[in-house]
């Protein structure tokens, strides 16, 4: 049970339910127990239980499944600075997971309006557009969506095991920046069931355009992250007056 200080008893519980997570005693994916079944294990109100609840589910401490129960959110297995340029590869390699890819599609097709003033090149003919799913120890984790000038990638193959950025740097185009657009995005119909989420598990798409060191767009992406998965941070700094 809760034993009182001088804190109100809703952040009380808050740390009572964190620190048991921390040792175990409600493991990650876990179900919680109901609410009347908590509230008197720790000896308090529904009221207060669902306040305490309430603010780890902001946390991302938790997560609430509605008609089903509360859960012990699953916490993500990749964090990054979103002003880190990797590619999916990497970041999956760096937390010491294999990647792999399934691919869906890949496709060519004749540049349109929006392709010639993405890639700033009036005489654009072909795009290549490529879908594939981005798997770490074969868990599906990123749908990727790739649009990028086909005669970059007209000898790209779906069996290639090396990244798109390995691919381009290795024919003598190397990306060195991105101009990126996060959006959070619900349930997704198609996405979601293709990356195993439950209906509840957000994403994150960022949009993507990559470009070499002579500022050349060379690559447009949409990339749909597992929010339950990855986890994106960025630095900010104060300019001085």
Known sequence: MIKTDQRPLYLQVIDR????IENNVFKEGEKLPSEYELSKQLGISRATLREALRLLEE???VIRRHGVGT????????????EELSSVTDMITQANMVPGTIFLSKSVREANEDDVRRFERDDLDK?????RVRTADSVPLVYCLDRIPNELAENYSIHETKSLFQYLEDIGHTITH???YIEPIGYHEMISEILECEPETSL???KQTHYDQTECPLLY???YFRADK??????RRRLKA
């Open 17 to 20: 339910i964190k620190n048991d």
């Open 59 to 61: 946390e991302s401490i």
């Open 71 to 82: 859960f012990v959110h699953t916490k993500p297995l990749f964090s990054a600075g979103i």
């Open 127 to 131: 795009i290549m557009e490529m879908e």
């Open 178 to 180: 991105a101009v990126t």
């Open 204 to 206: 994150l798409l960022l």
């Open 221 to 223: 992406s949409l990339n």
């Open 230 to 235: 990855f986890k994106f941070h960025v630095v």
